[in-house]
């Protein structure tokens, strides 16, 4: 069984950065692919960022409400992915959600078999 935990998330104002920590166990973490979705209330899961497991090449995809302030990256000594969020806006205010799965990277959470339990962000104009 995948575990994933979360952590990193905070209130912060418009403007301010944070970085989004999610450790994996339970799978041979380079065989994974990785995810951050987000939910704000009252609104459905939305796709931020994946990256695809390590023996393919290097490959990353960003939602376009992202792009350019977001980074996803991996460390796989420590098992871990993150997300960089810089320029954070209050429209970024949402649960943060770590997903994996086997396969090639892709948006929909429905493709998605392993989930933490989802981190806080606020971010206060």
């Known amino acids: 069984q995948v575990q994933l935990v979360e952590s990193g998330g905070g209130l912060v104002q418009a403007g301010d950065s944070l970085r989004l920590s999610c450790a994996v166990s339970?799978?041979?973490?380079?065989?994974?692919?990785m995810a951050w979705f987000r939910q704000a209330p009252g609104k459905q899961r939305e796709f931020a960022a994946a990256?695809?497991?390590?023996?393919?090449?290097?490959?990353?995809r960003y939602a376009d409400s992202v792009k350019g302030r977001f980074t996803i990256s991996r460390d796989d000594a420590k098992n871990t992915v993150y997300l960089q969020m810089n320029g954070l806006k209050p429209e970024d205010t949402a649960v943060y959600y770590c997903?994996?799965?086997?396969?090639?990277?892709?948006?929909?959470?429905?493709?998605?078999?392993?989930w933490g339990q989802g981190t806080q962000v606020t971010v206060s104009s």
């Open positions: 339970g799978r041979t973490f380079t065989s994974l692919t």
């Open positions: 990256i695809t497991f390590t023996s393919s090449v290097g490959s990353t």
């Open positions: 997903a994996a799965r086997v396969g090639a990277v892709s948006s929909f959470y429905t493709s998605y078999n392993y």
